[in-house]
């Protein structure tokens, strides 16, 4: 199985509200994650870098990677960030992405006021094609009050899956909690996917009282009828949004999500085709 969104890093988006402090150092957050992904069976994963760029590190993935060494099968997403589009920026951004350890790139809508149709992201969405990785946007509800979610709506990813044909487009939490409007992009639209994390989000008990009150069924329901309305199961991958929902209540949500003839593509084969990932892959 493959978890394409957790965190390995705090991803410094403005007033986000806090992360786990383990995510400081990457010893400590390598062994928790390797009990985590050993304890649902998930062998690849994908981390979203830090929105933090420098010139040393253009996509926010130094800490990331070094948390990679350490765990076999995760790899490095990287934040593509809209007010860094000169072409120096750019050149060192091309040179990270051809090493091959970044599986795709990042933008963060709503906590930066940028659509996705705003000309710093073109450049970026270039470099994804060339690369033959995909373009991943957060959508939907923000994790801070300083974001202004109108630049986060998943109707927004229509104009630009339109206009860059040849990128990949992934709607980050499937536009929750817009999610037949997420649903009709991906269904107009050839280029574009979503990934089921973040939907829920909370500890373990917060998961067993959402179980309890009917709630997690309910959000499951709406989920997956827009789902239905897709009639694509092939656009849809798994994540967790790990640390921000504990892996096993997640999967087990996500399993209430996805109908069962789909789970195998949704759980792995879609993201095996989608990141161009192949089994025993380590970064
Ligand atoms: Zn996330």
Not at 12 to 25: I, R, T, V
């Amino acid at each position: 199985m493959i978890d394409a969104h957790i965190h390995v890093e705090n991803p410094h988006l403005p007033g986000s509200k806090p992360f786990p402090d383990y995510l400081n150092e990457p010893a400590h957050v390598a062994e928790r994650l390797r009990c985590e992904l050993r304890s649902v069976g998930i062998d690849q994963a994908l981390a979203i870098g830090s929105l933090d760029t420098t010139d040393e590190d253009p996509l926010g993935t130094d800490f990331t990677l070094e948390v990679a060494e350490q765990v076999p099968g995760l790899f490095a997403i990287g934040v593509a960030d809209p007010r860094r589009s000169d072409k120096e920026h750019l050149e060192r951004v091309e040179a990270q992405l051809q090493s091959g350890r970044v599986r795709a790139l990042k933008g963060y809508l709503g906590y930066l006021y940028y659509g996705p149709d705003h000309p710093g992201y073109r450049s970026y969405y270039r470099l994804a094609a060339e690369t033959g990785i995909p373009f991943i946007f957060h959508t939907g509800d923000n994790y801070s009050t300083k974001a202004k979610v109108k630049y986060a709506h998943p109707l927004l990813i229509d104009e630009v899956a339109v206009d860059h044909p040849e990128t990949n487009f992934v709607i980050a939490h499937f536009g929750c909690p817009w999610f037949l409007d997420a649903a009709e992009v991906i269904y107009k639209n050839d280029n574009v996917w979503a990934d089921l994390s973040g939907l829920l989000v909370g500890d373990e008990s917060y998961f067993r009282e959402q179980q309890r009150r009917g709630q997690m069924r309910a959000v499951a329901e709406r989920v997956a009828e827009a789902m239905d309305y897709t009639e694509r199961p092939d656009r849809f991958i798994y994540g967790s949004d790990w640390p921000l929902a504990p892996m096993r209540p997640y999967l087990f949500f996500a399993n209430c999500v996805v109908a069962e003839d789909d789970q195998q593509a949704v759980f792995e084969g879609n993201a095996r085709k989608l990141f161009g990932l192949q089994e025993g892959d380590e970064s």
